[in-house]
């Protein structure tokens, strides 16, 4: 079952700009994840924000999510080439239940 | 360095055999999960286990089967059902026993299954 769906499902940016990346989910949850996946290697988590937060920061990324619009997005500022991956965002249910990971967005960044 | 280790990087499979992939963590993470990438794909839950010698089926289990004999071991053995086992398989594991969703999950590199 596929709960988060990104969008844009690709970007392609020119360095120095900013990239958004925007999920939408579908029930409540406990907290959303964002995760990064570099061509051939696994995921590497980048933030976690809980129901009950409405912005986090780390470094260059700032995400927000909206309960009343089920929506979270991803703000990677002043972009690198090095930040060229795929974006998935991920939903934790309340509950004991396990993550559900969206399709994801795939960042090109050029320099 | 703590981590996951899976192996091998990359598989063949040859019609009616059963292969297995192995997921190795250091990380004394209670909580290990199995997923199949396709390609342009999100990732789709094979399997899941909070704790040893228990696992649950996640929403693709048809065709797999895993064990979870040790707390740093859970192999996936995909089997000759499996008929379409052509993707990217990653393990990952996190921290503590009950609500798998609430902590960052942590990941192997992968292995690349082919059919020959």
């Known amino acids: 079952s596929q709960q988060g769906e990104e969008d844009p499902q690709a970007l392609s940016i020119q360095e120095g700009e900013n990239a958004t990346m925007n999920c939408s989910y579908k029930?409540?949850?406990?907290?959303l994840q964002w995760y990064r996946q570099n061509s051939g290697r696994g995921l590497v988590h980048l933030i976690l924000?809980?129901?009950?937060?409405r912005e986090k920061h780390s470094g260059r990324l700032r995400v927000t999510l909206d309960t009343s619009k089920k929506s979270s997005s991803l703000l990677i500022t002043a972009s690198r080439a090095a930040d060229t991956a795929s974006y998935f965002c991920a939903t934790a249910n309340s509950g004991n239940t396990p993550l559900v990971f969206g399709k994801g967005t795939r960042l090109s960044v050029i320099a | 360095d703590g981590g996951i280790t899976q192996s091998p990087k990359y598989l063949f499979r040859k019609e009616g055999q059963n292969v297995t992939l192995s997921c190795e963590q250091n990380?004394?993470?209670?909580?290990m999960y199995w997923y199949r990438q396709d390609p342009g794909q999100g990732l789709r839950l094979i399997y899941y286990?909070?704790?040893?010698?228990?696992?649950q089926k996640g929403d693709i289990a048809e065709g797999y089967s895993v064990s979870r004999e040790k707390k740093e071991s859970f192999p996936l053995t995909v089997t000759s059902a499996q008929k379409n086992p052509t993707a990217f398989y990653l393990c990952?594991?996190?921290?503590?026993?009950?609500?798998?969703?609430?902590?960052?999950?942590?990941f192997g590199d992968g292995t690349r299954l082919s059919i020959l």
């Open positions: 990380l004394n993470h209670d909580a």
């Open positions: 029930t409540s949850i406990n907290n």
């Open positions: 286990s909070q704790i040893v010698n228990d696992f």
């Open positions: 924000i809980r129901s009950n937060e």
């Open positions: 990952a594991s996190s921290p503590g026993q009950g609500a798998t969703g609430y902590q960052p999950q942590h």
